[in-house]
């Protein structure tokens, strides 16, 4: 089993740039493919980004490409993302997950473990 703690996120204006961190306990944190989604109000949790258990691929979500940076060290058991270019419509609270059964996804469904979230504004 796995527990996911995220943080770093806040308050930022349009353009600004944020890092989010999601620290792993528990064993074989090298066994889980990564995942960052995001859920803003009355929408449904969207895929955001994702790495290979050994960090080497990542995949985005067009709406992030080229704006937005996942990456983990395996040595401390944590996740990250980048995220630069801030826009309002990134508005959401941020999830970041845990997958053992696949390389890497984009559906939230394949994810077995999940943080409980935190939450990025950026305003206008």
């Known amino acids: 089993q796995v527990q996911l703690v995220e943080s770093g996120g806040g308050l930022v204006q349009a353009g600004g740039s944020l890092r989010l961190s999601c620290a792993a306990s528990?064993?074989?944190?090298?066994?889980?493919?990564m995942g960052w989604f995001r859920q803003a109000p009355g929408k449904e949790r969207d895929f955001v980004a994702t790495i290979t258990r050994s960090g080497t691929s990542t995949y985005y979500a067009d709406s992030v490409k080229g704006r937005f940076t996942m990456s983990r060290d395996n040595a401390k058991n944590t996740v990250y993302l980048q995220m630069n270019s801030l826009k309002p419509e990134d508005t959401a609270v941020y999830y970041c997950a845990a997958a053992s059964r696949m390389p890497f996804s984009i559906k939230s469904k394949e994810y077995d473990y999940w943080g409980q979230g935190t939450q990025v504004t950026v305003s206008s």
């Open positions: 528990g064993r074989m944190f090298t066994s889980y493919a």
